[in-house]
């Protein structure tokens, strides 16, 4: 039973255009969103959040909606830089200490 | 500031064979965690603990023993190494800030092969 679930494992994107990654979930518990990003043989590294209580965060290049109805959150990468070549992880919580991990979309930003 | 630290880096066993896996983080954050991240699986919980004193099972502990004497350190233990057990292992550790959620910090990963 996965709660948390990235169903494109992979996404190619031209430099300076707009990435979009998603993410369903399927336990109504959680209240707390994450995305995190991670280059091989690194560990994951945080990138944004998403409360609950909002339906959009956004910080910098990286934008954060949450569908709760839906039980969807997207992330936004604009504009889309070849540093962010990477496996980006989605993450949920109900609690702060028990985060439930995605499977990972491998996004490629092309030159 | 170090972060969260896991030692070692790689290491590879022999079926049967019991190691422990190191990890220590120096921001005095309450909770931690390990998981273990497989091709395809995305990142899996094993263990966690909430507190010096404090730990409980997560999605995938079986093989796998943890103890939290103190708040700084985190440590896995495989009792006796088995193939399935071969994956990059990863501790985490994050806080309540004043009764809001946060974000986990992680190590940069343990390699261990069981061949």
């Known amino acids: 039973d996965q709660q948390v679930k990235q169903n494109s494992p992979s996404l190619s994107v031209q430099e300076g255009r707009?990435?979009?990654?998603?993410?369903?979930y399927t336990n109504s518990m959680f209240d707390y969103f994450l995305w995190y990003k991670k280059y091989p043989a690194e560990?994951?590294?945080?990138?944004?959040?998403i409360s609950s209580i909002k339906d959009k965060n956004e910080d910098g290049r990286f934008t954060v909606f949450l569908n709760k109805s839906a039980k969807h959150l997207s992330l936004h990468i604009v504009p889309s830089q070849p540093g962010d070549?990477?496996?980006h992880f989605c993450a949920a919580t109900s609690g702060t200490y028990k985060y439930i991990f995605g499977t990972g979309t491998r996004l490629k930003v092309l030159a | 500031?170090?972060?969260?630290?896991?030692?070692?880096k790689?290491?590879?066993?022999k079926t049967g064979q019991s190691m422990t896996l190191q990890?220590?983080?120096?921001?005095?954050?309450?909770?931690m965690s390990w998981y273990r991240q497989d091709p395809g699986m995305g990142l899996r919980l094993i263990h966690?603990?909430?507190?010096?004193?404090?730990?409980d099972q997560g999605e995938v502990p079986n093989g796998?023993?943890?103890?939290?004497s103190t708040t700084e350190d985190f440590p896995l233990r495989l009792l006796s190494a088995a193939p399935s057990q071969t994956s990059v292992y990863f501790c985490a550790s994050s806080y309540l800030g004043q009764g809001m959620n946060t974000e986990a910090f992680f190590g940069q990963g343990t390699r261990l092969t069981v061949v």
């Open chain 1, 18 to 24: 707009i990435s979009i990654l998603n993410c369903d």
């Open chain 1, 85 to 87: 070549s990477a496996v």
């Open chain 2, 10 to 13: 790689f290491q590879v066993l």
């Open chain 1, 43 to 49: 560990g994951p590294t945080f990138l944004i959040s």
């Open chain 2, 1 to 8: 500031n170090a972060g969260v630290t896991q030692t070692p």
């Open chain 2, 23 to 31: 990890c220590a983080q120096d921001m005095n954050h309450e909770y």
């Open chain 2, 64 to 68: 796998y023993n943890v103890s939290r």
């Open chain 2, 48 to 55: 966690y603990s909430v507190g010096a004193g404090i730990t």
